[in-house]
């Protein structure tokens, strides 16, 4: 009489750990490499996570904190120099983490408070603006 056997997760289980235990022997039984050599052959070169066209060396993850964080600011400033909409000489810009704006100053209306926010958030490496912007006070 023929007995059927029918799979079972157990059985699944032992025929991995058989194919596992094949492959750790046959790494096992491969030949050493030489002492110190180390086959890059099959390793990639990773892509740099950001890069600032413009700026050298402008990648925070591969240059000093502090001087990521002053490369951040002069671009946010420099695109705050350039905007027609507003006169961006009474705002002052803080980088308060690596990737944070923070705009401090004086500007004319709420439509140059906002246009200020948009600006400073469309700069390459800002990741959110703290707008504290105040409006000006007309003394009459």
Do not use: C, W
């Not at 025929?15 to 086959?39: C, H, N, R, T, Y």
């Not at 402008?58 to 905007?83: C, G, I, K, T």
């Amino acid at each position: 009489m023929t007995r059927l056997i029918r799979p079972t997760a157990t059985g699944a289980m032992m025929f991995a750990f058989v194919l596992f235990a094949q492959a750790a022997k046959a790494e096992l039984d491969a030949p050493p490499a030489a002492a110190g050599s180390i086959d890059l052959g099959e390793m990639e070169t990773p892509a740099k996570p950001h890069s600032y066209p413009g700026l050298p060396d402008a990648d925070p993850f591969m240059q000093d904190p502090e001087q990521a964080r002053e490369a951040l600011r002069l671009r946010v400033r420099e695109a705050l120099d350039l905007a027609p909409e507003f006169d961006a000489t009474r705002i002052l810009v803080h980088v308060t983490s690596l990737h944070v704006v923070r705009l401090n100053g004086v500007v004319d209306d709420a439509a140059a408070k906002m246009a200020a926010e948009v600006v400073a958030a469309s700069v390459q490496g800002v990741a959110s603006v703290e707008n504290k912007l105040t409006l000006e006070v007309d003394a009459d």
